[in-house]
């Protein structure tokens, strides 16, 4: 989908110290249409990057250390970023609460039209939010990957300590489980670090 | 626009009740000790804490109910409900979480510059010495930069206010800019700055590190002013007042127990955990202990953050009339309709006095001297209102 505008291409610059999402976020912003900077280290020179570069739009991970001082140019420069949360309508427009919520912050050169940031702000709120999916959904694979060693682990230890089999091991552990309605690997963590103390673990 | 119906909703991972965000600096001690030693939790509320990279973030969350409440600095409900460096938003605030802390520090080659103007430490403290130092600077030679937190912080306020006393035009004579605190010593270290408005420690360390000279504290510009504040989201707070009330009495807490040196070993070894504030205990002891470095010029006792007393705890409406008085006196403040009505919703004393069950009236509130509003903000940009040497509960001095 390339933009075609009236205007020259816009500039965007892209903060974001997480190298993967920076190249997908970027790729997406170029086959749009943008003309993109990234800066990838988070820097005492960000603000100077900024007055040279002078970008249309910049959009910055929202856990970045370094808005507050970015943030601070507008009161400094003529050609000011403002925080595009000062473009939103009081009341609150969604792809304001979106971006927030995918980690996105924005700010664009004063006066520019909302028509124009609004299609950046969309790109990089669906490359950000993919990602974080990914990010997830790799997450809960390493988590349930160490859960089945946890309850296999305290299975074992069970098997060993009460001489009963596989299936009444883990029929016990879910018994727990449900009396304190805990996740079955917190119960297996704790089983394991009981069996620890009595010396059942080795 | 179909990218944002195709997306997948991202949940937040936990299931709180109320998630408040802190910036790790050490006044945000009530808040990690109230989750820590589970003041939260014997008031009956599951509050999670966040971790924020800048006062933006936090100012952004809140905003959108991400973070329902959060540690900020005192002028930020402020800037927040006049709409000013972001959007509109009614922050306000119903406690206090800590007073005083900040301190005026320089560095080295400038000190030397100002020890040679003048033998009079005085001189030196006032920024008088400062003023000889630039007269002598040649028209082309780049200003002298200081750094301080956020362009609404008593940081900001207190630098401008020390410089404009010593006659030097904060606007005109030197460059400000934000740094974040935990970068300031760096900054120092690399002349990238000559001086900065900071909270502890990071006066302390600079003048340990042997890198910059504390010249002068927040207490001796203001006297004794709050500083920090729990923020809480209106819109949730209104909905939500029972909630709000246990955090108060969770952080009301919390605060006495900072403030009880019985518990200083183990409060530096919370706070410095790396889910905290990440760094060796050691480094935080200035922040709270009766020692600090031996530097040029001592802290007066006064000057130490304090975190636990009815004086510093209850929110103070003529504090955030002085803070709308500095923002106007530096460009920042839209036209209100009301400064007094704004200040007491978004310093809002009532809700604390509700959560703590203090029957003592409020005070009656007016403009100090019964001033028009048009008079208070000319009085105060013209530096001819004052706060108290002694601090903000004393009210302020009419020159």
Same mark, same amino acid.
Request: with cysteine; net charge negative; hydrophobic share 40%.
């Given at each position: 989908?390339?933009?075609?505008?009236?205007?020259?291409?816009?500039?965007?610059?892209?903060?974001?110290?997480?190298?993967?999402?920076?190249?997908?976020?970027?790729?997406?912003?170029?086959?749009?249409? &943008?003309?993109?900077?990234?800066?990838?280290?988070?820097?005492?020179?960000?603000?100077?990057?900024?007055?040279?570069?002078?970008?249309?739009?910049?959009?910055?991970?929202?856990?970045?250390?370094?808005?507050?001082?970015?943030?601070?140019? %507008?009161?400094?420069?003529?050609?000011?970023?403002?925080?595009?949360?000062?473009?939103?309508?009081?009341?609150?427009?969604?792809?304001?609460?979106?971006?927030?919520?995918?980690?996105?912050?924005? &700010?664009?050169?004063?006066?520019?039209?909302?028509?124009?940031?609004?299609?950046?702000?969309?790109?990089?709120?669906?490359?950000?939010?993919?990602?974080?999916?990914?990010?997830?959904?790799?997450?809960?694979?390493?988590?349930?990957?160490?859960?089945?060693?946890?309850?296999?682990?305290?299975?074992?230890?069970?098997?060993?300590?009460?001489?009963?089999?596989?299936?009444?091991? &883990?029929?016990?552990?879910?018994?727990?489980?449900?009396?304190? %309605?805990?996740?079955?690997?917190?119960?297996?963590?704790?089983?394991? %670090?009981?069996?620890?103390?009595?010396?059942?673990?080795? | 626009?179909? /990218?944002?119906?195709?997306?997948?909703?991202?949940?937040?991972?936990?299931?709180?009740?109320?998630?408040?965000?802190?910036?790790?600096?050490?006044?945000?001690?009530?808040?990690?000790?109230?989750?820590?030693?589970?003041? +939260?939790?014997?008031?009956?509320?599951?509050?999670?804490?966040?971790?924020?990279?800048? =006062?933006?973030?936090?100012? #952004?969350?809140?905003?959108?109910?991400?973070?329902?409440?959060?540690?900020?600095?005192?002028? $930020?409900?402020?800037?927040?409900?006049?709409?000013?460096?972001?959007?509109?938003?009614?922050?306000?605030?119903?406690?206090? !979480?800590?007073?005083?802390?900040?301190?005026?520090?320089?560095?080295?080659?400038?000190?030397?510059? $100002?020890? /040679?103007?003048?033998?009079?430490?005085?001189?030196?403290?006032?920024?008088?010495?400062?003023?000889?130092?630039?007269?002598?600077?040649?028209?082309?030679?780049?200003?002298?930069?200081?750094?301080?937190?956020?362009?609404?912080?008593?940081?900001?306020?207190?630098?401008? #206010?020390?410089?404009?006393?010593?006659?030097?035009?904060? #606007?005109?004579?030197?460059?400000?800019?934000?740094?974040?605190?935990?970068? $300031?010593?760096?900054?120092?270290?690399?002349?990238?700055?000559?001086?900065?408005?900071?909270?502890?420690? =990071?006066?302390?360390?600079? !003048?340990?590190?042997?890198?910059?000279? $504390?010249? !002068?504290?927040?207490?001796?510009?203001?006297?004794?002013?709050?500083?920090?504040?729990?923020?809480?989201?209106?819109?949730?707070?209104?909905?939500?007042?029972?909630?709000?009330?246990?955090?108060?009495?969770?952080?009301?807490?919390?605060?006495? =127990? !900072?403030?009880?040196?019985?518990?200083?070993?183990?409060?530096?070894?919370?706070?410095?955990?790396? *889910?905290?504030?990440?760094?060796?205990?050691?480094?935080?002891?200035?922040?709270?202990?009766?020692?600090?470095?031996?530097?040029?010029?001592?802290?007066?006792?006064?000057?130490?953050?304090?975190?636990?007393? *009815?004086?510093?705890?209850?929110?103070?409406?003529?504090?955030?009339?002085?803070?709308?008085?500095?923002?106007?006196?530096?460009?920042?403040?839209?036209?209100?309709?009301?400064?007094?009505?704004?200040?007491?919703?978004? +310093? *809002?004393?009532?809700?604390?006095?509700?959560?703590?069950?203090?029957?003592?009236?409020?005070?009656?509130?007016?403009?100090?001297?019964?001033?028009?509003?048009?008079? =208070?903000?000319?009085?105060?940009?013209? *530096?001819?209102?004052?706060?108290?040497? #002694?601090?903000?509960?004393?009210?302020?001095?009419?020159?």
């Amino acid at each position: 989908m390339h933009q075609k505008t009236s205007h020259s291409p816009l500039t965007v610059m892209l903060v974001d110290n997480e190298p993967a999402r920076a190249a997908i976020v970027e790729q997406a912003l170029i086959d749009n249409g &943008y003309k993109v900077i990234r800066r990838l280290e988070n820097t005492q020179h960000l603000t100077q990057a900024v007055q040279e570069s002078l970008p249309d739009m910049i959009i910055i991970d929202i856990e970045s250390p370094d808005r507050d001082m970015l943030e601070n140019m %507008s009161q400094l420069t003529k050609n000011n970023p403002r925080p595009i949360v000062m473009f939103a309508e009081e009341d609150k427009s969604a792809s304001m609460e979106a971006a927030i919520r995918a980690g996105v912050s924005a &700010y664009v050169v004063d006066g520019m039209q909302p028509n124009r940031f609004k299609p950046i702000l969309q790109v990089a709120i669906a490359r950000f939010r993919e990602f974080q999916a990914l990010k997830l959904e790799l997450e809960t694979v390493k988590t349930q990957l160490e859960d089945r060693k946890l309850i296999d682990k305290a299975k074992g230890l069970i098997m060993k300590h009460q001489g009963c089999d596989e299936a009444a091991a &883990y029929t016990a552990l879910r018994k727990l489980a449900m009396d304190r %309605s805990q996740r079955m690997s917190e119960v297996a963590l704790n089983v394991i %670090s009981v069996m620890d103390l009595i010396g059942g673990g080795k | 626009m179909s /990218t944002l119906d195709r997306l997948i909703p991202i949940n937040a991972p936990s299931d709180a009740d109320v998630s408040l965000g802190f910036i790790p600096l050490i006044d945000s001690a009530p808040f990690v000790i109230a989750k820590e030693k589970g003041f +939260f939790e014997k008031e009956g509320v599951n509050v999670v804490l966040s971790k924020e990279a800048s =006062w933006a973030s936090i100012r #952004d969350k809140v905003a959108f109910n991400l973070l329902q409440g959060a540690h900020m600095l005192a002028s $930020m409900p402020l800037a927040s409900g006049l709409g000013v460096g972001s959007a509109k938003v009614n922050i306000q605030t119903s406690f206090t !979480v800590s007073q005083n802390g900040n301190g005026i520090t320089v560095s080295n080659e400038l000190y030397q510059l $100002m020890s /040679t103007e003048t033998n009079n430490s005085n001189e030196i403290r006032n920024g008088k010495a400062l003023k000889s130092v630039m007269a002598k600077k040649g028209k082309h030679e780049k200003p002298l930069k200081f750094a301080m937190v956020y362009p609404y912080s008593s940081h900001h306020y207190q630098l401008r #206010d020390w410089l404009s006393r010593a006659n030097i035009d904060p #606007d005109k004579d030197v460059e400000l800019i934000v740094v974040p605190p935990t970068k $300031m010593i760096d900054f120092l270290k690399n002349s990238a700055i000559d001086g900065y408005c900071v909270g502890e420690p =990071w006066n302390s360390l600079a !003048v340990e590190q042997g890198i910059g000279h $504390m010249i !002068v504290t927040g207490y001796e510009i203001w006297g004794n002013t709050p500083e920090k504040v729990l923020g809480v989201n209106q819109n949730w707070a209104n909905a939500n007042s029972e909630q709000h009330d246990a955090l108060i009495r969770a952080l009301n807490t919390a605060c006495e =127990w !900072v403030d009880d040196a019985a518990n200083l070993e183990e409060l530096l070894s919370v706070l410095s955990h790396p *889910d905290y504030l990440n760094c060796p205990a050691e480094q935080l002891r200035y922040g709270f202990s009766a020692i600090k470095p031996s530097g040029q010029f001592d802290w007066p006792m006064e000057a130490y953050q304090k975190f636990s007393s *009815d004086k510093i705890n209850r929110p103070n409406t003529d504090y955030a009339l002085w803070l709308l008085g500095q923002m106007n006196r530096w460009g920042q403040l839209p036209a209100v309709s009301s400064l007094l009505d704004f200040a007491i919703n978004t +310093f *809002d004393d009532r809700v604390y006095c509700r959560a703590l069950n203090i029957n003592q009236p409020c005070k009656p509130y007016s403009l100090t001297g019964l001033l028009s509003e048009s008079d =208070w903000l000319k009085g105060v940009a013209e *530096d001819k209102i004052r706060i108290h040497p #002694d601090g903000i509960e004393f009210g302020f001095d009419y020159l």
